[in-house]
Nanobody, 127 residues
């Protein structure tokens, strides 16, 4: 079991950078893919970025590709989302999630495979 806890959200201006952190407890952290999702008011939860268990493969939503970078440190049970060139449309609650299946070779971009979720951290980008 993996229990994610997000931190690092806040209020920034367009063009600024922000780094989100996800501390994930649990002995199986190093064997599961991790992902970031986000949900804005009145909208569906959407995939942002994901990373496989070894960190060898990553995937990004087209809306954040080239601006966001996901990384992980298995020794510290941490996942990070570096967000650069932030835009007002990036305003959302950001959630860290853990894949329910170990040793998956690819990043899943739908929410269903992720069975462990954090409480979310608010990111607000002012224009």
């Amino acid at each position: 079991q993996v229990q994610p806890v997000e931190s690092g959200g806040g209020l920034v201006r367009a063009g600024d950078s922000l780094r989100l952190s996800c501390a994930a407890s649990g002995r199986t952290f190093g064997s599961v893919a991790m992902a970031w999702f986000r949900q804005a008011p009145g909208k569906e939860r959407e995939f942002v970025a994901g990373i496989t268990w070894q960190g060898s493969n990553t995937d990004y939503a087209s809306s954040v590709y080239g601006r966001f970078t996901i990384s992980r440190d298995n020794a510290k049970n941490m996942v990070y989302l570096q967000m650069d060139s932030l835009k007002p449309e990036d305003t959302s609650v950001y959630y860290c999630a853990a894949d329910g299946r170990a040793y998956r070779a690819v990043v899943m971009t739908s929410a269903q495979p992720y069975i462990y979720w954090g409480q979310g951290t608010q990111v607000t980008v002012a224009s």
